[in-house]
């Protein structure tokens, strides 16, 4: 290479490295321009407020001032009303009275089964007392003196009630008070279409239609301090069920009653099952179904041959 061409390369060559360090110098200047503008914004007081208002500020709370108490008069209070004690509930005594209890009662003219009965008083039915006759209360039932047995009902207030006197039995007429009651009789000497013949001996008792029996049974009879009557009656009245009492008893829808002579009667028992020896009041106790069938055998007026 020769002397010319070196200076050639060599004046492009000082020609870029003037363009590079004034590219370099325009570099600087435009960083000092740059770090110039953020410092002024930094230290500007716009700046700075703007700054500042963008930044969270910390806010004082308020707290409330109690106001400052007045001096009023304090309200005068009106004293409560004494309170009454309130008088004394009076106890109510209750007016005598019964309330039949769950079978009922039965009503009649008198302290005793031997009276008619006119009335039946159903459970929870009330009725005023106004008396007592040993275990019966006596009572008003429809503007009538009745009497219904204690057992039955429900007695109310009945302190200090008077004992009353039983009222009299209807009067037997002079004719059966005169007549006397025939003996009995052996069966061959009867002549009726049906009959009942009751042995107190045996304790059986034989329905006849006729000199033919139809039908015979055990029975009991009336204890010996309470003996079943001999003779010869007839039953007088029938009942499907009855009360029985006496001094010391009351059974109450006896079946298959048939009296036959006053209180005297053949029925059938639910208190026990000991026939073939002597067991009641005097009654004639049969087992249920024989009273049954004897109830349906007998009318009023068969002949009843009682004999030992």
């Not at 960083?31 to 963008?54: C, E």
């Amino acid at each position: 290479m020769n002397a010319h061409s070196r200076s050639e390369i060599r004046s492009v060559l000082d020609a870029l490295k003037g363009i590079l360090w004034v590219a370099v110098a325009v570099f600087i200047l435009a960083l000092a321009v740059q770090a110039g503008t953020y410092v002024a914004n930094v230290f500007t007081p716009q700046d700075t407020a703007a700054k500042v208002g963008k930044a969270p500020v910390a806010t004082a709370t308020v707290m409330p001032v109690a106001p400052t108490p007045t001096s009023m008069p304090l309200p005068t209070l009106t004293p409560l009303p004494t309170a009454t004690p309130a008088p004394p509930t009076p106890t109510l005594i209750p007016e005598p009275h019964l309330v039949a209890r769950v079978n009922g009662a039965n009503v009649r003219l008198g302290p005793s089964t031997a009276y008619e009965r006119i009335g039946y008083l159903p459970e929870g039915a009330e009725a005023p007392i106004t008396g007592w006759s040993g275990a019966w209360w006596q009572i008003v039932y429809e503007d009538t003196t009745a009497f219904v047995f204690g057992d039955l009902v429900t007695a109310y207030g009945v302190d200090g009630l008077p004992e009353v006197a039983a009222p009299p039995l209807p009067e037997v007429t002079p004719e059966i008070q005169v007549t006397p009651i025939p003996d009995p009789a052996p069966v061959w000497a009867i002549d009726e279409a049906r009959w009942i013949d009751v042995n107190l001996s045996t304790q059986t008792l034989t329905a006849y239609e006729g000199q033919t029996p139809v039908k015979a049974y055990l029975v009991s009879t009336g204890l010996p301090q309470t003996p079943t009557p001999t003779g010869q009656y007839r039953i007088w009245i029938k009942f499907r069920t009855d009360d029985m009492a006496g001094t010391d008893y009351y059974i109450k829808d006896v079946p298959w009653v048939m009296y036959f002579y006053g209180g005297y009667g053949l029925h059938g028992v639910t208190w026990h099952g000991n026939f073939g020896h002597p067991m009641s009041h005097g009654c004639i106790n049969e087992p249920n179904d024989m009273a049954a069938w004897l109830f349906a055998f007998a009318d009023v007026g068969t002949l009843v041959n009682i004999h030992d």
